[in-house]
């Protein structure tokens, strides 16, 4: 399993609010949620973002309130991946959960820069910085996390195995 795509790098304690800021919590629609996406931080961020891109950030990405709706938001704003040096710990069960890859890795959030390319192998771990020519090793996923991830999140994993 890989990801590639242009960075948008943010800093350290990026929470749930600024993520999917909590005048659209009531939006069940995670389409309509992709819209709003990072809207408090970065205004243009649904207009910059593609399919496929990476967020990159400092410590404790995701921290706050437990919503799920932010890493529900960020994939459906077409981001395929997210870096961050940490993640806050229910951010990181959420986003698993709805099947949205993330990835620890200090070394890589402090190297990788806003606008570089990058590609991620979830199958070694490996961050490759094809704008700088450079490469990290993070946490690879264990393989009942990656067929949580391609059945596209918990729900749809535990039907496919029915």
């Known amino acids: ?15 749930t609010d600024v993520i999917i800021p909590a005048r659209y919590l009531n939006v069940p629609d995670p389409s309509e949620l992709a819209k709003h996406c990072m809207e408090d ?9 593609s399919k496929g891109d990476i967020i990159v950030a400092d410590k404790n990405f ?34 698993i959960n709805i099947g949205l890859p993330i990835i620890e890795c200090p070394e890589a959030a402090k190297g990788i ?3 570089d390319q990058v590609e991620v192998d979830f ?6 910085n094809k704008t ?28 496919n195995a029915k």
């Open 1 to 15: 399993m890989k990801a590639e795509g242009r960075v948008f790098k943010f800093g350290s304690n990026v929470d």
């Open 41 to 49: 931080i970065d205004k243009e961020f649904v207009n910059k973002v």
């Open 62 to 95: 995701g921290c706050g309130s437990s919503r799920e709706h932010a890493p529900i938001a960020i994939k459906a704003a077409g981001v395929s991946c997210v870096i961050a040096e940490t993640f806050a710990r229910i951010f990181y069960r959420n986003a």
């Open 113 to 115: 820069e806003e606008g």
């Open 123 to 128: 199958d070694s771990g490996m961050i490759y």
């Open 132 to 159: 700088k020519g450079t490469e990290y090793k993070g946490q690879a996923f264990p393989e009942f996390m990656q067929k949580i991830i391609s059945n596209g999140g918990l729900i749809n994993y535990i039907n």
